[in-house]
Structures are given as C-alpha cells and as structure tokens.
C-alpha cells in the first residue's frame, strides 16, 4: 500500500484544491460588490450620482427602472436649451420680485407703477 504512506504535501492537487477554493472566496467577495453597487441594472431604484461635482468636467448618471441616463457637462455656465422667461429683481431688504418677461411693469420700492 505505496498511496497510504505518500505525505499530502507532495501531492499537488492538494495545492490545486486550495487554489479553487481562493478564486471561489474571490468571486463571492466580487459579486457581492457588483450587487451593492447603486447602478446596479438588476435592482429596480432609482439612483442618481453625481461624479466630479462642481467641475467642468462634471457628470450626472440617472438611473430610474432599469434605463440608465448619463448627462456631460459642456463647462459653460449659463448655456443650454431655454429661453428668458423674466426677470428678478432684488429688493433693499434682500426679497426677490420676479417680472414675467412680456408685461411691462416698472418695480419701484415694491411697488408696480406704470
């Protein structure tokens, strides 16, 4: 009986077995990330992150449902789609007084005059 007096160590699909057993601990730790992950496409919330706040190169990813949106900022302030809908005024005491844009009416002191 030559197999029963060999010593595990020599035998290497003993090192092979711990090996399987390292990368299945890794693919378990793995996929417990992916399924944390906010923008999960297997979860049904709705998410929205912000990447680079503040910064010209700033980037908005809306996830509601499973349809996934990503915004780029361009870096310019006051640009896009629109169009001037009035104008507000600040007042000495620190309120604002907006006008709609199209009626001509005159703030004075918190009073309209025409």
Known sequence: MR???EDEELNPIVSAVNLV???LVIIAALLIAL???PLNVFSSDNVTVVKNAGK???EVIVKEGKEIKQYKSTGDIGSGEGM???VAY???DGSFVYVP???K???NGGNTNE
């Open 3 to 5: 197999f029963l007096d």
């Open 101 to 103: 844009e199209g009626e």
């Open 84 to 86: 001037r809908a009035g």
């Open 35 to 37: 399924a944390q992950n």
């Open 105 to 107: 009416q005159a703030v």
């Open 56 to 58: 010209p190169n700033m």
């Open 90 to 92: 600040k007042m000495a």
């Open 21 to 23: 057993d390292v990368f």
